[in-house]
């Protein structure tokens, strides 16, 4: 077994300002207000909430 890093990539992201349903590769999710909603390099979308977010995601 070995130790892997996955690749920096870059992606666009927003902050829910109201309730919103998005669908995602996985189907339909709720995003609340004050979740950041994540668009990935091909269109794709998904919620995080705002504390894992700021845990995992570094704003350039």
């Known amino acids: ?3 892997v890093r996955k690749k920096p990539v870059i992606c666009e992201a927003r902050i829910a300002e ?3 349903y998005i669908e ?3 189907g ?3 995003a609340n207000i004050g979740d950041y ?3 990935g390099i ?3 979308q998904w ?3 705002s504390d ?3 845990r995992t995601y570094e704003v350039i």
């Open 1 to 3: 077994m070995m130790l």
């Open 18 to 20: 109201h309730t919103e």
């Open 24 to 26: 995602t590769l996985e």
């Open 28 to 30: 339909t999710m709720k």
């Open 37 to 39: 909603i994540i668009t």
């Open 42 to 44: 091909k269109g794709e």
């Open 47 to 49: 919620p995080v909430k």
């Open 52 to 54: 894992i977010f700021k």
